[in-house]
């Protein structure tokens, strides 16, 4: 995953960013950085961990001028390390240039190879390094030029958002994976500040008004003349299948599902009310005799609603969250998840003792959360415990930036529902189906669902 940022024109340009990137902590929490633009040259500063930790006082004060551009990261390739930490910055032959990416590059590894045999030599092991190499042997000077010829060469799913000497620059790609979206503010001076942002609840922190998504295919430009939009397509690398043949937008339905913030519009449609309709689809297909219902915490909350709502179960909260614990899944091991649920989620006895308890998370990926979180209901004396998932059974790994692990250690890439059932020790299990995914998203199209149906929608190489 990852969160990007960009402000345009605003005279707290550090600030803002900082409390975009704050907003969006949840797509990110490995590193974060900020490059800002003043007098045509770059200020950055970067670091390991979270926002809030990174940016003091004392670096916002050392970040000036009316532009700049913010990441935080979620490593999907290259390892944690401070040299991977976006944005990245270059100094090109046009100037110097920052640059921050949302998703991954499918086709990196060839791509990487071809530059290093021309000599290029790379900092860290992110796929995003790919695309200033590619940049800086484009003949043209001019960026939005240069964008428009290198861009179609990128396969898979990036949300750029770049700062260059005397402009800012977004970018989704052709099938739109990630989200991007354009807004704008009143400055000081009472024109208009740009802002890009990964998720409207960023905008919504700093009051910035949403004015529409970055579409796919669009290089949106901002500089002192104002505004400019390109478009550009990806090169197929399959020359002989045609362009109706493959998907037009592949926009990701986990950002639905789980990814983005519930109070985000993401692909023009409330995340929150996606989330309940997926509960109420869930609800149908999946009914049980029981007394209540009872979300995961705070993943499998809107979810919970909709399906209380549908099957007239009351809704409690069965489980307390600590909210000052880090989400588990980030943690990189095994045994430090497996801790982490105790430390973060706390069953109510007087909730759940005596009683047949419908349990809604939005995903199950490997189990083991499951596992733990029945076995602590179980321990507050719950009568029954039927395990409810808000999404289609996780059988593929993503190639587009979200963390699922390698297709072995997703439990339903090898196991039917009964024996995850069993596994994770519940009296019963129901996922949602395919059909109620689509059908509570409002769309048979336009999305990629390749985590649950295996329909990868690019070449994968
Ligand atoms: P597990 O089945 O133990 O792998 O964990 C599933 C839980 O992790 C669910 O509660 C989800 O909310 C959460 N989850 C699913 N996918 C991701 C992801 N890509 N990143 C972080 N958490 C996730």
């Not at 960026?143 to 949300?159: D, E, H, N, R, Y």
């Not at 979810?303 to 980030?330: C, D, M, W």
């Not at 009683?355 to 939005?362: E, I, L």
């Given at each position: 995953?990852?969160?990007?940022?960009?402000?345009w024109?605003?005279?707290?340009?550090a600030r803002?960013?900082?409390l975009?990137l704050?907003?969006?902590?949840?797509?990110g929490?490995?590193s974060?950085?900020?490059?800002?633009l003043?007098e045509?040259?770059h200020?950055?500063h970067?670091?390991?961990g979270?926002?809030?930790?990174?940016?003091k006082?004392?670096?916002?004060k050392a970040l000036p001028?009316?532009?700049?551009v913010?990441?935080?990261?979620?490593?999907?390739?290259?390892?944690n390390?401070?040299a991977?930490?976006q944005p990245l910055?270059?100094?090109m032959?046009s100037?110097s240039?920052a640059?921050?990416h949302?998703g991954?590059?499918v086709?990196e590894?060839s791509l990487?190879?071809?530059l290093?045999?021309?000599?290029?030599?790379?900092?860290?092991?992110?796929?995003?390094?790919?695309?200033l190499h590619?940049?800086?042997r484009?003949?043209?000077?001019?960026l939005m030029?240069?964008l428009?010829?290198t861009?179609?060469?990128?396969?898979?799913?990036?949300?750029?958002v770049l700062?260059?000497h005397?402009?800012?620059?977004?970018?989704?790609d052709?099938?739109g994976?990630?989200?991007?979206?354009?807004?704008?503010?009143?400055?000081?001076?009472?024109?208009?500040?740009?802002?890009?942002?990964?998720?409207?609840c960023?905008?919504?922190l700093?009051?910035?008004?949403?004015?529409?998504e970055?579409?796919?295919?669009?290089?949106?430009?901002?500089?002192?003349s104002?505004?400019q939009s390109l478009?550009f397509?990806t090169i197929?690398s399959d020359?002989t299948?045609t362009?109706e043949a493959?998907?037009?937008l592949?926009?990701?339905?986990f950002?639905?599902?789980?990814?983005?913030?519930p109070?985000?519009?993401?692909?023009?449609?409330?995340?929150?009310?996606?989330?309940?309709?997926?509960?109420?689809?869930?609800a149908?297909?999946?009914?049980?005799?029981a007394?209540?219902?009872?979300?995961?915490p705070?993943?499998?909350?809107?979810?919970?609603?909709?399906?209380?709502?549908?099957?007239g179960?009351?809704?409690?909260?069965?489980?307390?969250?600590?909210?000052?614990?880090?989400?588990t899944f980030i943690?990189?091991?095994?045994?430090?998840?497996s801790?982490?649920v105790?430390?973060?989620l706390?069953?109510?006895?007087?909730?759940l003792?005596g009683?047949?308890?419908?349990?809604v998370?939005d995903s199950?990926?490997?189990?083991?959360?499951?596992q733990?979180i029945i076995?602590?209901?179980?321990q507050?004396g719950a009568?029954?415990?039927?395990?409810r998932?808000?999404?289609?059974?996780?059988t593929?790994?993503?190639?587009?930036?979200?963390?699922?692990p390698?297709?072995?250690?997703?439990?339903?890439?090898?196991?039917?529902v009964?024996?995850?059932s069993?596994?994770i020790g519940?009296?019963?299990?129901?996922?949602?189906?395919?059909?109620?995914?689509?059908e509570?998203i409002?769309?048979?199209?336009?999305?990629?669902?390749?985590?649950?149906?295996?329909?990868?929608?690019?070449?994968?190489?």
């Amino acid at each position: 995953m990852c969160a990007v940022f960009g402000v345009w024109n605003h005279e707290e340009a550090a600030r803002i960013t900082y409390l975009g990137l704050y907003a969006m902590q949840h797509r990110g929490q490995e590193s974060s950085g900020i490059v800002s633009l003043s007098e045509g040259r770059h200020f950055h500063h970067k670091g390991l961990g979270l926002v809030a930790d990174i940016f003091k006082e004392e670096q916002l004060k050392a970040l000036p001028g009316k532009a700049a551009v913010g990441h935080n990261r979620y490593s999907t390739t290259g390892q944690n390390l401070l040299a991977n930490a976006q944005p990245l910055t270059a100094e090109m032959m046009s100037g110097s240039l920052a640059l921050a990416h949302n998703g991954n590059l499918v086709n990196e590894r060839s791509l990487k190879v071809e530059l290093q045999k021309q000599g290029a030599i790379f900092h860290g092991t992110t796929d995003t390094e790919v695309l200033l190499h590619l940049l800086s042997r484009t003949p043209s000077q001019d960026l939005m030029q240069a964008l428009q010829q290198t861009l179609p060469k990128l396969q898979g799913a990036f949300s750029f958002v770049l700062l260059a000497h005397d402009r800012l620059v977004a970018v989704r790609d052709p099938l739109g994976f990630r989200p991007l979206i354009l807004g704008r503010k009143k400055n000081a001076e009472g024109s208009w500040a740009y802002v890009v942002a990964s998720e409207t609840c960023a905008l919504d922190l700093i009051e910035a008004e949403v004015v529409r998504e970055i579409a796919p295919g669009e290089i949106f430009c901002v500089d002192q003349s104002g505004e400019q939009s390109l478009t550009f397509k990806t090169i197929s690398s399959d020359s002989t299948s045609t362009s109706e043949a493959k998907p037009k937008l592949a926009r990701c339905i986990f950002e639905h599902v789980y990814f983005s913030r519930p109070d985000s519009i993401i692909f023009n449609k409330s995340v929150y009310e996606s989330r309940k309709n997926f509960g109420r689809w869930l609800a149908k297909e999946t009914a049980v005799d029981a007394d209540l219902v009872i979300p995961v915490p705070d993943s499998g909350v809107p979810a919970a609603i909709g399906y209380s709502q549908q099957s007239g179960l009351p809704f409690e909260f069965g489980i307390i969250r600590n909210h000052y614990v880090g989400r588990t899944f980030i943690q990189p091991q095994q045994s430090i998840r497996s801790f982490g649920v105790k430390i973060k989620l706390n069953p109510q006895v007087a909730v759940l003792k005596g009683k047949r308890v419908v349990v809604v998370d939005d995903s199950l990926v490997r189990g083991t959360t499951s596992q733990k979180i029945i076995g602590l209901i179980r321990q507050a004396g719950a009568k029954e415990v039927h395990m409810r998932i808000a999404s289609p059974p996780t059988t593929g790994p993503c190639f587009y930036g979200v963390d699922t692990p390698q297709k072995n250690l997703l439990i339903a890439s090898h196991s039917s529902v009964q024996e995850i059932s069993k596994f994770i020790g519940a009296d019963s299990l129901g996922y949602l189906s395919m059909q109620g995914l689509t059908e509570a998203i409002d769309s048979s199209s336009g999305y990629c669902a390749a985590c649950f149906d295996g329909k990868y929608p690019t070449p994968l190489s």
